[in-house]
């Protein structure tokens, strides 16, 4: 069976209309047009569902009771549509992003609480998620888009991203600690040093143990943790010194512990990830568009990353294939 949207549409005005020329006006077509697609819907379904006369034109028990049911039907596809179409022109319906349980306990609420002050009648939804399943989440369409940490573009080349910052990899001791002595800390101070760090699902596990590769270090973690919270304890109870990403995007460690730098400089980015070749719905972009001013404030001219391919070669210097920076002081 062969029926257009259209052909239900003409039959439904006909029948409203009780006339072929009214119908054919509230179409802009011709009268025989206007016929001609009825009798075409009548062949389609195998119904005979107006009698003509030369007066007037009558439902039959079958029209009658197909215009109530298509009727109500159209209405319904209607108001479907101009939702959605409201939905995708405008900062309104739903978008659904999926963040690392590090970020979205530290930088994420700050981009949330801007959204709702900007788009009031939008509803954002978060996917509270390891690492893997943020990316699984993107790569499969179940999620608009995603925050990451330390995206690796080689891994993903399905995948677009974009940088908000760049934070830096800090030892993380307790106050009584010998090497809190120090302003700042080279890697190799940590050989032999039991290591709290971030596991897999935080983003930042990767960064740490290709800076301990690359720098050639025989620190050896112990104890990986989801939380930044559990890491700062098991640091605060002397089990460890933590490798940590330091700054105002992530969470605040308390009084008892001190941080210090590392030298060479290791740097974990963070960033907004979708799926490349599939635009945003509008709604979407507004909301990647509100995070990255959210991390971007002064805009591209202070240091806004670009989209992959291409990052840059800030964002990617020295550490090959993955987001870390290596800077020597």
């Given at each position: 069976?062969?029926?257009?949207l259209?052909?239900?549409?003409?039959?439904v005005?006909?029948?409203?209309?009780?006339?072929?020329?009214?119908?054919?006006?509230?179409?802009?077509?011709?009268?025989s047009?206007?016929s001609?697609?009825?009798?075409?819907?009548e062949?389609?379904?195998?119904?005979?569902?107006?009698?003509?006369?030369?007066?007037?034109?009558?439902?039959?028990?079958?029209g009658?009771?197909?215009?109530?049911r298509?009727?109500?039907l159209?209405?319904?596809?209607?108001?479907?549509?101009?939702?959605?179409?409201?939905a995708?022109?405008?900062?309104?319906?739903?978008?659904?992003?999926?963040?690392?349980?590090?970020?979205?306990?530290?930088?994420?609420?700050?981009?949330?609480a801007?959204?709702?002050?900007?788009?009031?009648?939008l509803?954002?939804?978060?996917?509270?998620?390891?690492q893997a399943a943020v990316?699984?989440?993107?790569?499969?369409?179940?999620?608009?888009f995603?925050?990451?940490s330390d995206?690796?573009?080689?891994?993903?080349?399905?995948?677009?991203?974009?940088a908000?910052?760049?934070?830096p990899?800090?030892?993380?001791?307790?106050?009584?600690?010998?090497?809190?002595l120090?302003?700042?800390?080279?890697?190799?101070?940590?050989?032999?040093?039991p290591?709290?760090?971030?596991n897999?699902?935080a983003?930042?596990?990767?960064?740490?143990?290709?800076?301990?590769?690359?720098?050639?270090s025989?620190?050896?973690?112990?104890?990986?943790?989801?939380?930044?919270?559990?890491?700062?304890?098991?640091?605060?109870?002397g089990l460890?010194?933590?490798?940590?990403?330091?700054?105002?995007h992530?969470p605040?460690?308390?009084?008892?512990?001190?941080?210090?730098?590392?030298?060479?400089?290791v740097s974990?980015?963070?960033m907004?990830?979708?799926?490349k070749n599939?635009?945003?719905?509008?709604?979407?972009?507004?909301?990647?568009s509100?995070?990255?001013?959210?991390?971007h404030?002064?805009g591209?001219?202070?240091?806004?990353?670009?989209?992959?391919?291409?990052?840059?070669?800030?964002?990617?210097?020295?550490?090959?294939?993955?987001?870390?920076?290596?800077?020597?002081?």
């Open positions: 069976m062969n029926i257009s259209h052909q239900l549409r003409v039959f005005a006909v029948a409203r209309q009780r006339s072929f020329t009214r119908a054919a006006r509230e179409f802009d077509l011709t009268q047009a206007v001609r697609c009825v009798r075409e819907l062949d389609a379904i195998e119904l005979r569902l107006f009698d003509r006369t030369t007066r007037q034109v009558e439902l039959t028990t079958a009658a009771s197909l215009e109530r298509i009727g109500r159209l209405d319904e596809i209607d108001i479907t549509l101009r939702e959605g179409r409201a995708h022109e405008s900062h309104t319906g739903v978008v659904v992003i999926a963040s690392n349980p590090v970020l979205s306990s530290s930088w994420l609420p700050g981009g949330l801007r959204c709702a002050a900007a788009f009031p009648d509803i954002i939804s978060v996917k509270d998620v390891p990316l699984a989440g993107v790569e499969h369409g179940e999620v608009d995603g925050v990451v995206f690796d573009p080689a891994t993903h080349t399905g995948m677009h991203a974009q908000l910052f760049s934070t990899l800090c030892a993380v001791l307790p106050e009584a600690h010998p090497l809190a120090r302003p700042t800390l080279a890697w190799s101070a940590l050989d032999e040093v290591l709290v760090t971030l897999a699902d983003g930042s596990r990767a960064s740490v143990d290709r800076a301990l590769g690359a720098l050639r025989r620190a050896r973690p112990i104890q990986e943790l989801g939380h930044v919270a559990a890491v700062l304890r098991m640091i605060e109870l460890g010194v933590g490798v940590l990403p330091v700054d105002a992530w605040a460690h308390p009084g008892r512990t001190v941080t210090r730098p590392l030298l060479p400089e974990l980015t963070t907004l990830v979708r799926r599939r635009s945003l719905r509008p709604n979407a972009e507004a909301v990647w509100q995070f990255f001013k959210e991390a404030p002064q591209l001219a202070n240091g806004a990353g670009p989209i992959w391919p291409g990052v840059g070669a800030r964002t990617l210097a020295a550490m090959p294939g993955n987001s870390s920076v290596l800077r020597t002081p």
